[in-house]
């Protein structure tokens, strides 16, 4: 068994895990009717509006936009624990004798809390889908905005997985990880004073460039932000993990 297929197992035979899925599903259940309820109940007053609100704009970007911040909670239990909980039982020392590169191990690991992950978000984009046959909007702004909810879960992950490698604790892994990406999130509120027109402090959160994907067209300096922010986390995760393995030697 790799480390692949022995990290999901451990994973989907955690009974947290699967407590954490039906609270997910239930939230993700209630916003989506929620969404579609009020949108109902507020077509009265579009009716008189020149541009009205779509589909788009009253129910699926806003169930989006919470399964986004529903991924904080998930991924800092899911990533946090990825490394931190190989201080249990001795599990550095087998990390030690993992006869492949890094990014091997690295590449393991990630896609096994990307897949369970996944498990998360399947729900909504089912629903959101069968909204797609009902109405017969368009695909491809849904398709845009589900690639940016894709890009920020690998970008939480690799952040996420990166300070479970600097902590021994699981405890303390997965609430420094839900600090760390609470406060990244919510710097796209920031006041500070903007110059050129532009809050500088709000590119730096992932909710800023999250949002461009709701827009009809592809934000090429937010796909940078992603796909950069994915590959300086899992190289600076390589680097621990070298680093690890010289101490332990």
Not at 1 to 11: E, S, T, V
Not at 54 to 65: D, E, L, S, Y
Request: hydrophobic residues 60%; charged residues 5%; aromatic residues 14%.
């Amino acid at each position: 068994m790799n480390i692949f297929q022995a990290d999901l197992k451990y994973y989907l035979r955690s009974p947290i895990i699967w407590l954490i899925l039906a609270m997910s599903t239930f939230i993700s259940a209630w916003s989506f009717l929620l969404s579609i309820e009020i949108f109902t109940v507020m077509q009265v007053k579009f009716a008189g509006m020149a541009d009205a609100p779509t589909i788009m704009q009253g129910i699926v970007h806003p169930v989006i936009a919470a399964q986004a911040k529903s991924l904080i909670l998930i991924v800092s239990i899911i990533a946090g624990l990825s490394f931190a909980r190989l201080s249990h039982n001795n599990g550095w020392f087998l990390i030690k004798g993992y006869n492949q590169s890094e990014f091997h191990l690295i590449g393991q690991k990630y896609l096994s809390i990307f897949l369970v992950c996944l498990i998360f978000i399947i729900p909504s984009m089912l629903a959101i889908f069968s909204l797609v046959v009902i109405t017969g909007i368009k695909i491809l702004p849904i398709i845009i905005a589900i690639c940016g909810l894709l890009l920020l879960l690998l970008w939480m992950l690799a952040l996420a997985m990166y300070i479970s490698s600097l902590v021994a604790n699981t405890g303390f892994s997965i609430l420094l990880c839900i600090v760390v990406l609470m406060v990244l999130w919510t710097l796209s509120a920031s006041s500070v004073d903007a110059s050129w027109g532009k809050n500088w402090l709000q590119v730096l959160s992932p909710q800023y460039h999250f949002q461009q994907f709701f827009t009809s067209f592809v934000s090429y300096a937010s796909l940078f932000y992603f796909v950069a922010g994915i590959i300086l986390c899992v190289w600076a995760t390589r680097i621990r993990l070298i680093h690890k393995r010289y101490l332990l030697t």
